[in-house]
C-alpha cells in the first residue's frame, strides 16, 4: 500500500532510520572516543579526541596492567558461561516436562517462574549474605553463579517453551511408538531439533549474567570472584583523588565490544527469543 | 536487569490451561504414572533451586527483620518485634526514598512507552534498513546498565562532557535534583526503550494488516487509525511491557549507584536497602527495608492484574 | 552469625582444618631447610601509593624480616568509603586473608568493637606510639587500648593567592569579605572547598564546629553534644560561604579533586584542601604556583585558632588471620620512620612521627615535577609548609569516635547537604536528632 507514496516519504523514513541509528550508537561512540583520549584533553568537553591514543587500554595505567581488570574479566567469563549452562540446562528439563509432559503443579512452576521474573533481587541480598558467610560462598564464583542461575531461570523456561512448543510433536510420538522412553525421544528426537531455541535463552540468559552488578557488588570483594561491572564501578585511580574517567570508559568499551558483536551476529535470534511468545504463546 | 522478564508470560500463563491434556486422558495407564513422574522429575531441580534462593532467603528476611541484628555488635542480637520496621516507617528518608522511586519509575515508564512505541512502529514499517535499526537497538539492550551509566554521567559532566558544549550551558547537573533526575532517568530510557520496542513490536503483529487497511478505506485518518484500531488490538501486548518495565524501574539500583549514589534526593529503595544491609552490615533494620520494598512489587503486580487483568483475557477471546 | 553456623553444618570445615594442619606441617619442615620455603606471606590490605613508597616498604621490611615473612601488597579501591566497605563484608565474613590492613583514623572504633581487629600489647603499643602526634595516637586508640600502629597522617591547609590576599584572612568571616572585595573589582574570588555529600563535607563540619568550640559527640561517643550556641555559629559560616559571591558553582558535588583543577584554572582566589595541590599546581599551573601561599586553616570570629580535623591511616592486624605475631611485627616494621619518611618523600603522605616535621630530610625534600606544558622538569620542595602542618596536627581534632561513625557520618553529610540550603536554626536541632538515631543503630541515612 505504500509502494506509491512520494519520494518524501521515503526521505522520513530514511530520516528516521538514521536517528534510531544514532540514538543507540551515539553513547558508545562517546565510550570509544573518550577511552582513547589522553589524560590532557578529558576535560575539553570535545566529543572527539585529537590526538587519539591507546594508553588507556595498554599504557602503565592501562585497565590491561590495571591489578583488577583482567582478573574481573576472567571472572565474568567464567561466571557468566557457567551460570548460563547451569541455568539453560535445568530450564530445558522443565521446560520439556512442561510442554510434553502432563502432570499436576505444571501451572505452579509457571507461576512460580513468573513469580521470580518480578522479584527485587534487593529484597535477598542480605539473608544471601549472611548465609554466604557461613557456607563459606562469599567471594566465591559459586556464590555468584547461583543466584544469577535463580534469577535466569524463569527467563530461559519460559523461552524454551515457546520454542518447544512449536517442535513437530509427531516425532516425539512415533519415536515413543517405536519403544523409546520419554527419556530416549527427549535426547535424540527433541535436542537437536531444540538447539535453536536454547541457544537463544543461552544467549539472553548470559546477558543477564554479564550485566549484574548488585550482586557482584554485595557478594564479592577482591578479585577472586568479583566481575567487570563491579570492578568498573570500583575503578582505582592513579591517586586517591583522582578520578579515572579515561581507563574506566577504555574498561567500558572492553567489555561492550564482544556484547556489540554478540547482538549484530545473533540479531535475529535474540529478537525472536524476546518477542516470539508474545505473539504465538 | 531487564534481561530477566520473559515478554510473553503474561499472554501465555493466561493461555496455559487449554495447552494440551486431550488425546490419552482415557487410559490412566502406568505410563501416564510414569509421565506424572518423569515431568516431577525434570521440573524439581528448576523448582528446588528457585525456592532455595528466593523463597527461602526471603523467609530469613523477615526473619531477621524482627531482630536486632548488626553485623558490627554481634554479641547485641535479640528479637525486637516489629520495632526495625516502626524504625523504617517513622523516617522521612524512607518516604523520600519511595517518592524519588515512584518518579523514576513513572517518568521513565511513560518516557519508554511513547519512545518504545514510536520505534516499534519505525521497525514494523520501515521498508528497508529494518535489520540495521534492529541491530542497533539491541546495542543498548545488551549493553552493560554500569557502563551505560557511566557513559552518561562522563557525557553531562561539566568538565568531561560534550552535552553542556551540545546545549550551549554550563549546567552542573548532578548538583540539583531535578537535573540529577534528568541524566537517571535518560539513561534509563535509553537502556531499555529497546526492549520496551521489541515488546511492542510482538504486538504489531498481532494487528491484521487488512483490518487497518479497510479502516482506511473507511476514510478513517491516521489518528484514528491508531486510537481505534491499532493501539486496542495491541493492548495486551501494552500491558505486558508496562507490567514488566515498571517493576524493573521499581528496583533501579545501578544507574543510580553509579551517577550519584542518592546525593541531591535521588537515592531509591534499592540503594536504601543495600546501604543499609551492604555497606552498614545492619542485617535487622536492612530486612526490613528489604521486606517492605518485597511488599511493594508485590502491591504493584496485583493493582496492574487487577485492573488489566480483564483486558488480558477479553483480547485472548478475540484471538 | 553464631546460630547460624550452629544450627547448619559448616561444609568446609574439615577441609579447610587439613589445609590448616598442612600447612603447619609444612612450615615446620621448611624450617629448617632453609628460609625460601618457611616464609610466611603477611596480605597487607591497602590502597595503593602511586609513588610506590608502600610497595618499597613492603619490600624492606621483608627483607628486614629475614625470611620469616613476606608482606603482599593486597590493593583496594582508592575511595576511602569504598575501601571500607570491601573489608568490612570481608572481616564480617570472617576472612582469614587479611593479616594487615591500612584503615582510614574513623574506622578504629567501628572495626575495635566488632572485634575484626586484634588489640596491641602494651609493649608493642609502645613501641609503635612512641613520638608520635598525640591526636594520631588517639585515632588508633579504642576504649583505652591501642588496635592499630599510627602510621600516616594528613589535615588541610588554607591557601591563598599571595598577589590578592598579600596577608591571609585569619577566620572564615575576613575570608569572606576579601572575596567579596575581589569581586567587586573583578579580580579571581571563589573560595574552594568540598561541599559534595560525602565524607569531606564531613571533614568541613568537624573542623567548623571544633573551631566554633563545641563538639559533635561526647568524650566516650555515647551522646551528642553540638552546643547550640556555637554549632548554629558554624553551620551559618558554611551556609554564608555556599551562598556568596564565593561559591563555586558546583560546590554541591566538589570534592578535593575539583577543588584542585578550578585552582588551576585561576578562578579562585581561597581553597580548603590538602597538600597534594601543592606539587600538582607546580606542574600544571606554574604561575599560579609562584602566587600560591598557605596558612593555618581560617578560624571563626571570636572563637580563638582553628581546631582542624585530622586523616590519615593506620595499620591495623587482622583478628582471623593465621600469623597474628607475625603481622604485629610485620605492622611494627612498615610504620617505622624510615618507611613513613619515604611515605612522605614518594608519596606527599605526612608522617605521623612529630621530630620527621623538622628533620631537614623531610622540610629540605624537593620532587621533580613535570611541567605538563612544556614537559620539562623542575625541583619544587615537597614540604615548604611543614611547621604549619605540624602546628596544625598538634591540636588536631578527631572526628567522631563511635562504632556508628559510619551512620554518624551519614548523617551529618545527609542533613547538611547542600551546604547553600543549611538552616542554622533548625539543622542543629536536625542533626541532633539524626546523630541520635544513628547512635542507636536505626538510622537509615
Same mark, same amino acid.
Given at each position: 500500500?505504500?509502494?506509491?507514496?512520494?519520494?518524501?516519504?521515503?526521505?522520513?523514513?530514511?530520516?528516521?532510520?538514521?536517528?534510531?541509528?544514532?540514538?543507540?550508537?551515539?553513547?558508545?561512540?562517546?565510550?570509544?572516543?573518550?577511552?582513547?583520549?589522553?589524560?590532557?584533553?578529558?576535560?575539553?568537553?570535545?566529543?572527539?579526541?585529537?590526538?587519539?591514543?591507546?594508553?588507556?587500554?595498554?599504557?602503565?595505567?592501562?585497565?590491561?596492567?590495571?591489578?583488577?581488570?583482567?582478573?574481573?574479566?576472567?571472572?565474568?567469563?567464567?561466571?557468566?558461561?557457567?551460570?548460563?549452562?547451569?541455568?539453560?540446562?535445568?530450564?530445558?528439563?522443565?521446560?520439556?516436562?512442561?510442554?510434553?509432559?502432563?502432570?499436576?503443579?505444571?501451572?505452579?512452576?509457571?507461576?512460580?517462574?513468573?513469580?521470580?521474573?518480578?522479584?527485587?533481587?534487593?529484597?535477598?541480598?542480605?539473608?544471601?549474605?549472611?548465609?554466604?558467610?557461613?557456607?563459606?560462598?562469599?567471594?566465591?564464583?559459586?556464590?555468584?553463579?547461583?543466584?544469577?542461575?535463580?534469577?535466569?531461570?524463569?527467563?530461559?523456561?519460559?523461552?524454551?517453551?515457546?520454542?518447544?512448543?512449536?517442535?513437530?510433536?509427531?516425532?516425539?510420538?512415533?519415536?515413543?511408538?517405536?519403544?523409546?522412553?520419554?527419556?530416549?525421544?527427549?535426547?535424540?528426537?527433541?535436542?537437536?531439533?531444540?538447539?535453536?531455541?536454547?541457544?537463544?535463552?543461552?544467549?539472553?540468559?548470559?546477558?543477564?549474567?554479564?550485566?549484574?552488578?548488585?550482586?557482584?557488588?554485595?557478594?564479592?570483594?577482591?578479585?577472586?570472584?568479583?566481575?567487570?561491572?563491579?570492578?568498573?564501578?570500583?575503578?582505582?585511580?592513579?591517586?586517591?583523588?583522582?578520578?579515572?574517567?579515561?581507563?574506566?570508559?577504555?574498561?567500558?568499551?572492553?567489555?561492550?565490544?564482544?556484547?556489540?558483536?554478540?547482538?549484530?551476529?545473533?540479531?535475529?535470534?535474540?529478537?525472536?527469543?524476546?518477542?516470539?511468545?508474545?505473539?504465538?504463546? | 536487569?531487564?534481561?530477566?522478564?520473559?515478554?510473553?508470560?503474561?499472554?501465555?500463563?493466561?493461555?496455559?490451561?487449554?495447552?494440551?491434556?486431550?488425546?490419552?486422558?482415557?487410559?490412566?495407564?502406568?505410563?501416564?504414572?510414569?509421565?506424572?513422574?518423569?515431568?516431577?522429575?525434570?521440573?524439581?531441580?528448576?523448582?528446588?533451586?528457585?525456592?532455595?534462593?528466593?523463597?527461602?532467603?526471603?523467609?530469613?528476611?523477615?526473619?531477621?527483620?524482627?531482630?536486632?541484628?548488626?553485623?558490627?555488635?554481634?554479641?547485641?542480637?535479640?528479637?525486637?518485634?516489629?520495632?526495625?520496621?516502626?524504625?523504617?516507617?517513622?523516617?522521612?528518608?524512607?518516604?523520600?526514598?519511595?517518592?524519588?522511586?515512584?518518579?523514576?519509575?513513572?517518568?521513565?515508564?511513560?518516557?519508554?512507552?511513547?519512545?518504545?512505541?514510536?520505534?516499534?512502529?519505525?521497525?514494523?514499517?520501515?521498508?528497508?534498513?529494518?535489520?540495521?535499526?534492529?541491530?542497533?537497538?539491541?546495542?543498548?539492550?545488551?549493553?552493560?546498565?554500569?557502563?551505560?551509566?557511566?557513559?552518561?554521567?562522563?557525557?553531562?559532566?561539566?568538565?568531561?562532557?560534550?552535552?553542556?558544549?551540545?546545549?550551549?550551558?554550563?549546567?552542573?547537573?548532578?548538583?540539583?535534583?531535578? !537535573? #540529577?533526575?534528568? +541524566? $537517571? /532517568?535518560?539513561?534509563? %530510557?535509553?537502556?531499555?526503550?529497546?526492549?520496551?520496542?521489541?515488546?511492542?513490536? @510482538?504486538?504489531?503483529?498481532?494487528?491484521?494488516?487488512?483490518?487497518?487497511?479497510?479502516?482506511?478505506?473507511?476514510?478513517?485518518?491516521?489518528?484514528?487509525?491508531?486510537?481505534?484500531?491499532?493501539?486496542?488490538?495491541?493492548?495486551?501486548?501494552?500491558?505486558?511491557?508496562?507490567?514488566?518495565?515498571?517493576?524493573?524501574?521499581?528496583?533501579?539500583?545501578?544507574?543510580?549507584?553509579?551517577?550519584?549514589?542518592?546525593?541531591?534526593?535521588?537515592?531509591?529503595?534499592?540503594?536504601?536497602?543495600?546501604?543499609?544491609?551492604?555497606?552498614?552490615?545492619?542485617?535487622?533494620?536492612? !530486612? #526490613?527495608?528489604? +521486606? $517492605? /520494598?518485597?511488599?511493594? %512489587?508485590?502491591?504493584?503486580?496485583?493493582?496492574?492484574?487487577?485492573?488489566?487483568? @480483564?483486558?488480558?483475557?477479553?483480547?485472548?477471546?478475540?484471538? | 552469625?553464631?546460630?547460624?553456623?550452629?544450627?547448619?553444618?559448616?561444609?568446609?570445615?574439615?577441609?579447610?582444618?587439613?589445609?590448616?594442619?598442612?600447612?603447619?606441617?609444612?612450615?615446620?619442615?621448611?624450617?629448617?631447610?632453609?628460609?625460601?620455603?618457611?616464609?610466611?606471606?603477611?596480605?597487607?590490605?591497602?590502597?595503593?601509593?602511586?609513588?610506590?613508597?608502600?610497595?618499597?616498604?613492603?619490600?624492606?621490611?621483608?627483607?628486614?624480616?629475614?625470611?620469616?615473612?613476606?608482606?603482599?601488597?593486597?590493593?583496594?579501591?582508592?575511595?576511602?568509603?569504598?575501601?571500607?566497605?570491601?573489608?568490612?563484608?570481608?572481616?564480617?565474613?570472617?576472612?582469614?586473608?587479611?593479616?594487615?590492613?591500612?584503615?582510614?583514623?574513623?574506622?578504629?572504633?567501628?572495626?575495635?568493637?566488632?572485634?575484626?581487629?586484634?588489640?596491641?600489647?602494651?609493649?608493642?603499643?609502645?613501641?609503635?606510639?612512641?613520638?608520635?602526634?598525640?591526636?594520631?595516637?588517639?585515632?588508633?586508640?579504642?576504649?583505652?587500648?591501642?588496635?592499630?600502629?599510627?602510621?600516616?597522617?594528613?589535615?588541610?591547609?588554607?591557601?591563598?593567592?599571595?598577589?590578592?590576599?598579600?596577608?591571609?584572612?585569619?577566620?572564615?568571616?575576613?575570608?569572606?569579605?576579601?572575596?567579596?572585595?575581589?569581586?567587586?573589582?573583578?579580580?579571581?574570588?571563589?573560595?574552594?572547598?568540598?561541599?559534595?555529600?560525602?565524607?569531606?563535607?564531613?571533614?568541613?563540619?568537624?573542623?567548623?564546629?571544633?573551631?566554633?568550640?563545641?563538639?559533635?559527640?561526647?568524650?566516650?561517643?555515647?551522646?551528642?553534644?553540638?552546643?547550640?550556641?556555637?554549632?548554629?555559629?558554624?553551620?551559618?559560616?558554611?551556609?554564608?560561604?555556599?551562598?556568596?559571591?564565593?561559591?563555586?558553582?558546583?560546590?554541591?558535588?566538589?570534592?578535593?579533586?575539583?577543588?584542585?583543577?578550578?585552582?588551576?584554572?585561576?578562578?579562585?582566589?581561597?581553597?580548603?584542601?590538602?597538600?597534594?595541590?601543592?606539587?600538582?599546581?607546580?606542574?600544571?599551573?606554574?604561575?599560579?604556583?609562584?602566587?600560591?601561599?598557605?596558612?593555618?586553616?581560617?578560624?571563626?570570629?571570636?572563637?580563638?585558632?582553628?581546631?582542624?580535623?585530622?586523616?590519615?591511616?593506620?595499620?591495623?592486624?587482622?583478628?582471623?588471620?593465621?600469623?597474628?605475631?607475625?603481622?604485629?611485627?610485620?605492622?611494627?616494621?612498615?610504620?617505622?620512620?624510615?618507611?613513613?619518611?619515604?611515605?612522605?618523600?614518594?608519596?606527599?603522605?605526612?608522617?605521623?612521627?612529630?621530630?620527621?616535621?623538622?628533620?631537614?630530610?623531610?622540610?629540605?625534600?624537593?620532587?621533580?615535577?613535570?611541567?605538563?606544558?612544556?614537559?620539562?622538569?623542575?625541583?619544587?620542595?615537597?614540604?615548604?609548609?611543614?611547621?604549619?602542618?605540624?602546628?596544625?596536627?598538634?591540636?588536631?581534632?578527631?572526628?567522631?569516635?563511635?562504632?556508628?561513625?559510619?551512620?554518624?557520618?551519614?548523617?551529618?553529610?545527609?542533613?547538611?547537604?547542600?551546604?547553600?540550603?543549611?538552616?542554622?536554626?533548625?539543622?542543629?536541632?536536625?542533626?541532633?536528632?539524626?546523630?541520635?538515631?544513628?547512635?542507636?543503630?536505626?538510622?537509615?541515612?
Amino acid at each position: 500500500m505504500d509502494h506509491k507514496r512520494a519520494p518524501l516519504n521515503r526521505f522520513l523514513w530514511v530520516l528516521g532510520t538514521i536517528v534510531v541509528v544514532l540514538y543507540a550508537l551515539v553513547p558508545v561512540a562517546w565510550l570509544v572516543s573518550l577511552s582513547l583520549k589522553p589524560a590532557d584533553e578529558l576535560s575539553n568537553g570535545k566529543f572527539l579526541p585529537r590526538s587519539p591514543t591507546l594508553d588507556n587500554y595498554t599504557g602503565a595505567k592501562g585497565v590491561f596492567n590495571d591489578p583488577q581488570f583482567p582478573s574481573a574479566l576472567r571472572n565474568s567469563v567464567g561466571i557468566a558461561l557457567i551460570a548460563t549452562v547451569l541455568a539453560v540446562t535445568l530450564a530445558m528439563f522443565a521446560a520439556y516436562a512442561i510442554v510434553r509432559l502432563d502432570f499436576p503443579g505444571k501451572q505452579f512452576v509457571l507461576g512460580g517462574a513468573l513469580a521470580i521474573a518480578m522479584f527485587p533481587p534487593v529484597s535477598i541480598i542480605g539473608p544471601l549474605f549472611n548465609m554466604w558467610r557461613s557456607l563459606r560462598l562469599f567471594d566465591t564464583w559459586p556464590g555468584l553463579i547461583i543466584p544469577y542461575m535463580t534469577f535466569t531461570l524463569p527467563l530461559a523456561i519460559w523461552t524454551l517453551s515457546a520454542f518447544f512448543r512449536e517442535i513437530p510433536w509427531d516425532l516425539d510420538k512415533a519415536a515413543r511408538v517405536d519403544g523409546a522412553t520419554p527419556f530416549q525421544a527427549f535426547r535424540r528426537i527433541i535436542a537437536p531439533l531444540a538447539a535453536p531455541g536454547v541457544f537463544t535463552s543461552a544467549i539472553l540468559v548470559f546477558i543477564f549474567a554479564w550485566n549484574d552488578f548488585l550482586f557482584a557488588t554485595s557478594l564479592t570483594s577482591t578479585n577472586r570472584a568479583r566481575t567487570v561491572p563491579a570492578a568498573i564501578a570500583f575503578f582505582t585511580g592513579s591517586s586517591q583523588f583522582d578520578f579515572p574517567a579515561g581507563q574506566i570508559a577504555a574498561g567500558s568499551v572492553v567489555v561492550t565490544i564482544p556484547i556489540i558483536l554478540m547482538v549484530l551476529v545473533f540479531q535475529r535470534r535474540i529478537v525472536a527469543g524476546l518477542t516470539s511468545g508474545a505473539v504465538k504463546g | 536487569m531487564t534481561t530477566t522478564a520473559p515478554p510473553q508470560a503474561a499472554s501465555d500463563l493466561a493461555r496455559r490451561p487449554r495447552a494440551r491434556d486431550a488425546g490419552t486422558r482415557a487410559h490412566i495407564s502406568d505410563r501416564a504414572r510414569a509421565e506424572r513422574r518423569l515431568g516431577w522429575m525434570l521440573c524439581a531441580p528448576a523448582v528446588a533451586v528457585m525456592l532455595l534462593v528466593t523463597a527461602y532467603p526471603i523467609v530469613y528476611a523477615i526473619w531477621l527483620s524482627l531482630q536486632k541484628y548488626d553485623l558490627r555488635f554481634p554479641a547485641d542480637r535479640r528479637f525486637i518485634g516489629l520495632r526495625n520496621y516502626g524504625a523504617v516507617l517513622s523516617n522521612s528518608i524512607f518516604w523520600q526514598d519511595l517518592y524519588a522511586t515512584l518518579v523514576i519509575t513513572v517518568l521513565s515508564v511513560a518516557v519508554e512507552l511513547l519512545l518504545g512505541f514510536a520505534l516499534a512502529y519505525v521497525m514494523h514499517r520501515a521498508i528497508f534498513g529494518r535489520g540495521l535499526v534492529r541491530a542497533s537497538l539491541l546495542v543498548p539492550y545488551g549493553i552493560i546498565t554500569v557502563v551505560a551509566a557511566f557513559a552518561w554521567r562522563f557525557a553531562f559532566d561539566p568538565t568531561t562532557g560534550f552535552v553542556n558544549g551540545l546545549l550551549n550551558t554550563d549546567t552542573s547537573w548532578f548538583t540539583k535534583p531535578w !537535573s #540529577a533526575f534528568t +541524566v $537517571i /532517568i535518560t539513561t534509563e %530510557v535509553w537502556k531499555t526503550t529497546p526492549f520496551m520496542s521489541l515488546l511492542l513490536l @510482538a504486538g504489531f503483529t498481532l494487528v491484521p494488516d487488512d483490518l487497518v487497511r479497510a479502516a482506511r478505506v473507511d476514510g478513517a485518518t491516521g489518528w484514528k487509525r491508531l486510537t481505534k484500531v491499532i493501539i486496542p488490538l495491541m493492548k495486551p501486548a501494552i500491558l505486558v511491557a508496562l507490567l514488566f518495565r515498571t517493576l524493573d524501574a521499581f528496583r533501579i539500583f545501578d544507574s543510580v549507584y553509579v551517577q550519584t549514589r542518592g546525593a541531591q534526593n535521588t537515592e531509591t529503595m534499592s540503594i536504601l536497602g543495600y546501604n543499609t544491609l551492604i555497606s552498614r552490615l545492619n542485617l535487622g533494620l536492612g !530486612s #526490613a527495608v528489604s +521486606v $517492605i /520494598i518485597f511488599g511493594l %512489587v508485590i502491591l504493584i503486580a496485583f493493582l496492574f492484574v487487577k485492573g488489566f487483568g @480483564a483486558d488480558l483475557s477479553q483480547q485472548r477471546g478475540e484471538r | 552469625m553464631y546460630e547460624a553456623s550452629r544450627r547448619r553444618p559448616r561444609p568446609r570445615l574439615l577441609p579447610a582444618g587439613v589445609i590448616g594442619v598442612m600447612a603447619v606441617v609444612a612450615s615446620a619442615c621448611g624450617g629448617g631447610g632453609g628460609n625460601q620455603s618457611g616464609t610466611v606471606t603477611i596480605k597487607w590490605y591497602s590502597y595503593k601509593e602511586p609513588g610506590g613508597s608502600y610497595d618499597d616498604a613492603a619490600a624492606r621490611c621483608s627483607k628486614a624480616s629475614n625470611g620469616k615473612y613476606r608482606i603482599q601488597l593486597q590493593v583496594l579501591p582508592n575511595d576511602a568509603d569504598q575501601q571500607r566497605e570491601q573489608l568490612v563484608r570481608r572481616l564480617a565474613a570472617r576472612d582469614s586473608d587479611i593479616d594487615l590492613m591500612s584503615m582510614d583514623v574513623i574506622w578504629t572504633p567501628e572495626f575495635a568493637q566488632a572485634g575484626w581487629i586484634a588489640p596491641w600489647d602494651p609493649s608493642a603499643a609502645r613501641a609503635v606510639t612512641e613520638g608520635r602526634l598525640k591526636p594520631a595516637v588517639k585515632t588508633a586508640t579504642w576504649k583505652g587500648r591501642l588496635y592499630a600502629a599510627p602510621f600516616t597522617s594528613n589535615t588541610q591547609l588554607f591557601w591563598y593567592r599571595k598577589s590578592l590576599t598579600p596577608t591571609p584572612p585569619a577566620t572564615w568571616e575576613e575570608a569572606l569579605g576579601a572575596a567579596r572585595r575581589l569581586a567587586a573589582t573583578g579580580k579571581p574570588h571563589l573560595f574552594q572547598e568540598q561541599g559534595q555529600r560525602y565524607e569531606g563535607l564531613v571533614v568541613w563540619f568537624t573542623s567548623l564546629v571544633a573551631s566554633a568550640g563545641t563538639s559533635v559527640l561526647n568524650e566516650d561517643g555515647t551522646k551528642v553534644v553540638l552546643e547550640r550556641t556555637a554549632t548554629e555559629k558554624a553551620l551559618r559560616v558554611m551556609k554564608e560561604v555556599s551562598t556568596s559571591v564565593a561559591a563555586p558553582p558546583a560546590l554541591a558535588t566538589a570534592r578535593e579533586d575539583d577543588g584542585r583543577l578550578a585552582w588551576e584554572a585561576g578562578s579562585s582566589a581561597f581553597m580548603i584542601n590538602y597538600t597534594f595541590v601543592w606539587p600538582s599546581a607546580n606542574g600544571n599551573a606554574p604561575a599560579i604556583a609562584k602566587d600560591m601561599g598557605w596558612a593555618r586553616y581560617p578560624g571563626i570570629e571570636g572563637a580563638g585558632p582553628s581546631r582542624v580535623t585530622i586523616g590519615g591511616f593506620n595499620i591495623g592486624v587482622g583478628a582471623y588471620g593465621k600469623n597474628k605475631d607475625l603481622a604485629f611485627e610485620a605492622a611494627r616494621c612498615l610504620t617505622s620512620e624510615q618507611n613513613q619518611l619515604d611515605a612522605a618523600i614518594k608519596g606527599g603522605l605526612l608522617p605521623t612521627t612529630e621530630t620527621l616535621y623538622d628533620d631537614p630530610k623531610l622540610t629540605q625534600a624537593t620532587q621533580d615535577v613535570p611541567n605538563a606544558a612544556t614537559g620539562k622538569t623542575q625541583k619544587v620542595r615537597s614540604f615548604p609548609y611543614a611547621d604549619v602542618l605540624k602546628a596544625t596536627l598538634k591540636d588536631a581534632v578527631l572526628r567522631p569516635q563511635t562504632p556508628f561513625y559510619n551512620d554518624v557520618s551519614l548523617a551529618i553529610a545527609r542533613t547538611i547537604h547542600p551546604t547553600a540550603g543549611i538552616d542554622p536554626v533548625k539543622d542543629v536541632d536536625r542533626l541532633r536528632s539524626a546523630i541520635t538515631k544513628a547512635l542507636k543503630g536505626e538510622g537509615l541515612e
